[in-house]
């Protein structure tokens, strides 16, 4: 019963914005303040210690109030002001005590410390021995707004699902004058705003070469079968069976000011072929073709021009594998359900190749030097290098090595021959794996892997990869190393598509960010070459380049390019659609319009207060990485503040749980409950077909 007045507070705050802001304030104001309280007091008898006979002007820092954040800011700005005055004096009079400079005194150092101490809240509660993280530091406000934010996404989503009905406004037909939406890309942002935009109020038109979604972060899984790709995808026009048409082909140009996009058309031939009778050396749609040439008669036909309202340009990267020679030829990705499924059957065919009998030593009875060049042929063919120690990295060496456990295992292993051979070698070019993640939970994915087997090579550069070896080099030295391999992955590094680069051409320089990413405002919007036409282009997910500090970091840094930004952002960017604001305007605001009809969802944004559309902020929810063997990492947060990190088979049950939750529908997660049972009872099926 106690906490009956906050939980009222909270509804009424969820209908008023002047209450809702202020409500962190008001249920925390007695906390804020005993606690600020007691840090003045603790750093204002410090200081007063450290440096005695100016004690009086520092105890004028307890008279400062503390009621909100700003007097808090006030307070460190006026201590920041103290010790630099202090500083000050005691130069002039060391100047004037002495004519030749001196060094720095302990006093000048401590005096530094301190001014370190009061930069910002982390310092100040570590200088007084408490958890520099708390609870309390959650932004309550975003975590509110994002409850109601999904409470409206619920709503506006099956708008236009039931024959085009409007379940808010109850009209049975789409806007006849609904503004056209142009989604370049099927991955995370994209399928976010395709899952959450109203297709009422939106004509939705979805450009890419791919025709479905694809849960990345299982791909390490499919690779060796402990799941099946169908089990982690949804076809686009499943995620939305209501948007207005989904066209298989890429953007290569558009024209801004006209707001016309060029799209070139798949080749039925490069899926298939079968309507040809070609199948058989049909290469994968998934391949760049090259770029039509638009004067040429008989391609003109596979290049199209649609115009839009809305581009929404979600391409996604592509790999950077070309700032090391060989690497694009020789390496495996691992960023789509097509790289998967080829990764998958090289590592069948590497088991077989290194069972044939030229490599194996019976074949050569008596002959020791040729079972010595036999052994070693064998042992590299069934050696597999995996570039870059990130999440994707990382969790393949786990899959891998916990596929092959299983198929060399004793006694009924179908590789049991090639227990011995079997190596993983994992190449990091940094000190440590998995750099989001604490250090703790950093040091315990390296114990991991090592643990089982797995060899990874730390401060180490490749320096070339070539069909059957890679040539790495360690940091800051000369030596180098060959390992011969039979197979190599890269999973390190993103480079921009062409499409982002044809984008950028026609962009102001301002537009260009760092890794051939686009720059964008707090509301998604890149510039653009005229006023007239700003507000038209949205840029999410790995392409956008947002910056924003944190709660404990003042520094502005880039979002990093994970599917938890993109799929925030992509929802971000339909609900701002839905509402209708006039992006053009900074920020962008409600439109005054004449509503012939009542409309529950403009009384709930200017309910919430809403008038002015927010600007984008990315809840950080924290990492999961597997590290094979049934054990996974767990770095849980929420927002800046870090909740708890775990690691171990909890852990893993964690992982298990959050990927299944977080799957696209509930198909998904039936299919890949029955795969992980299936890969339980069975094992992995190792069939190449």
């Given at each position: 019963m106690t906490n009956l007045?906050?939980?009222?507070?909270?509804?009424?705050?969820?209908?008023?914005?002047?209450?809702?802001?202020?409500?962190?304030?008001?249920?925390?104001?007695?906390?804020?303040?005993?606690?600020?309280?007691?840090?003045?007091?603790?750093?204002?008898?410090?200081?007063?210690?450290?440096?005695?006979?100016?004690?009086?002007?520092?105890?004028?820092?307890?008279?400062?109030?503390?009621?909100?954040?700003?007097?808090?800011?006030?307070?460190?700005?006026?201590?920041?002001?103290?010790?630099?005055?202090?500083?000050?004096?005691?130069?002039?009079?060391?100047?004037?005590?002495?004519?030749?400079?001196?060094?720095?005194?302990?006093?000048?150092?401590?005096?530094?410390?301190?001014?370190?101490?009061?930069?910002?809240?982390?310092?100040?509660?570590?200088?007084?021995?408490e958890n520099p993280y708390s609870l309390t530091d959650i932004d309550i406000r975003m975590i509110m707004g994002r409850l109601l934010d999904t409470l409206e996404d619920s709503t506006q989503k099956r708008n236009g699902k039931l024959k085009g009905q409007a379940k808010l406004k109850g009209k049975k037909e789409p806007l006849p004058n609904r503004p056209t939406v142009i989604v370049l890309g099927t991955g995370w942002a994209a399928h976010a705003f395709i899952k959450a935009a109203s297709t009422y109020d939106l004509r939705i038109v979805v450009v890419s070469p791919v025709n479905h979604f694809v849960f990345t972060p299982m791909l390490a899984s499919a690779a060796v079968g402990t799941i099946e790709y169908r089990s982690m995808t949804e076809p686009i026009r499943v995620t939305n069976p209501f948007i207005d048409n989904y066209v298989e082909g890429r953007a290569v140009s558009v024209d801004i000011p006209n707001k016309v996009l060029t799209v070139q058309l798949s080749s039925l031939a490069t899926v298939t072929g079968a309507f040809k009778g070609v199948a058989a050396n049909a290469p994968c749609r998934l391949e760049l073709e090259p770029v039509i040439n638009e004067e040429t008669a008989e391609d003109a036909r596979k290049l199209i021009e649609l115009t839009y309202d809305y581009l929404v340009c979600a391409v996604g990267t592509s790999v950077r594998s070309k700032i090391v020679p060989g690497a694009k030829d020789h390496c495996f990705n691992l960023k789509t359900s097509q790289?998967?499924?080829?990764?998958?059957?090289?590592?069948?065919?590497?088991?077989?190749?290194?069972?044939?009998?030229?490599?194996?030593?019976?074949?050569?009875?008596?002959?020791?030097?040729q079972q010595k060049v036999a052994t070693a042929e064998r042992k590299r063919r069934v050696r597999f290098a995996i570039v870059g120690g990130g999440p994707t990295g990382v969790e393949l060496a786990g899959e891998m090595n916990d596929f092959f456990s299983e198929i060399t295992a004793k006694p009924d292993g179908a590789y049991q021959h090639l227990a011995d051979d079997i190596e993983v070698i994992l190449v990091h070019g940094g000190s440590e794996l998995l750099p989001a993640m604490d250090k703790e939970l950093r040091q315990r994915a390296l114990d991991a892997l090592t643990a089982q087997g797995i060899r990874v090579i730390l401060k180490t550069r490749l320096k070339e990869?070539?069909?059957?070896?890679?040539?790495?080099?360690?940091?800051?030295?000369?030596?180098?190393?060959?390992?011969?391999?039979?197979?190599?992955?890269?999973?390190?590094?993103?480079?921009?598509?062409?499409?982002?680069?044809?984008?950028?051409?026609?962009?102001?320089?301002?537009?260009?960010?760092?890794?051939g990413r686009i720059n964008v405002d707090r509301w998604l919007r890149c510039p653009t070459p005229t006023p007239e036409s700003f507000g038209s282009i949205l840029v999410l997910g790995d392409v956008a380049c947002l910056e924003a500090d944190g709660k404990y970091d003042p520094e502005k840094r880039p979002?990093?390019?994970?599917?938890?930004?993109?799929?925030?952002?992509?929802?971000?960017?339909?609900?701002?659609?839905?509402r209708r604001y006039d992006l053009r305007q900074t920020p962008p605001v409600l439109p005054n319009i004449q509503?012939?009809?009542?409309?529950?969802?403009?009384?709930?944004?200017?309910?919430?207060?809403?008038?002015?559309?927010?600007?984008?902020?990315?809840?950080?929810?924290?990492?999961?990485?597997?590290?094979?063997?049934?054990?996974?990492?767990?770095?849980?947060?929420l927002g800046d503040v870090p909740i708890f990190n775990y690691s171990g088979k909890v852990a893993f049950a964690l992982w298990r749980t959050v990927?299944?939750?977080?799957?696209?529908?509930?198909?998904?997660?039936?299919?890949?409950?029955?795969d992980w049972l299936r890969t339980e009872l069975f094992g992995r099926d190792i069939t190449r077909l």
């Open positions: 007045p906050t939980l009222l507070w909270i509804v009424a705050a969820a209908v008023s914005w002047n209450g809702w802001r202020m409500f962190p304030y008001h249920a925390c104001e007695g906390f804020i303040s005993k606690r600020y309280d007691m840090t003045i007091r603790h750093t204002s008898t410090k200081l007063s210690y450290e440096w005695s006979g100016k004690n009086n002007y520092l105890e004028q820092l307890a008279t400062v109030p503390l009621n909100d954040e700003g007097d808090l800011q006030n307070y460190l700005s006026v201590v920041s002001d103290t010790v630099e005055h202090l500083q000050s004096q005691e130069k002039l009079s060391n100047e004037a005590d002495n004519d030749e400079p001196q060094e720095a005194s302990d006093d000048d150092s401590e005096l530094q410390r301190y001014l370190n101490m009061v930069s910002n809240e982390v310092q100040v509660k570590k200088f007084l021995g790289d998967s499924k080829r990764l998958r059957t090289a590592i069948g065919e590497a088991l077989e190749y290194a069972s044939r009998p030229d490599v194996s030593d019976e074949y050569y009875p008596g002959n020791l030097q990869v070539g069909r059957d070896y890679i040539r790495i080099g360690e940091k800051g030295s000369d030596i180098e190393e060959t390992i011969p391999v039979g197979l190599t992955v890269w999973a390190a590094g993103n480079a921009p598509v062409p499409f982002v680069t044809e984008l950028l051409s026609k962009l102001p320089e301002s537009a260009a960010g760092p890794g979002l990093p390019q994970t599917a938890q930004v993109a799929g925030q952002q992509g929802a971000f960017a339909a609900r701002m659609l839905n509503d012939d009809e009542p409309s529950l969802l403009r009384s709930w944004i200017l309910a919430r207060g809403l008038e002015k559309a927010p600007e984008f902020n990315f809840l950080n929810l924290g990492y999961l990485a597997y590290v094979g063997g049934g054990e996974a990492l767990n770095q849980v947060k990927y299944l939750a977080k799957q696209a529908a509930t198909r998904n997660q039936a299919l890949i409950v029955f």
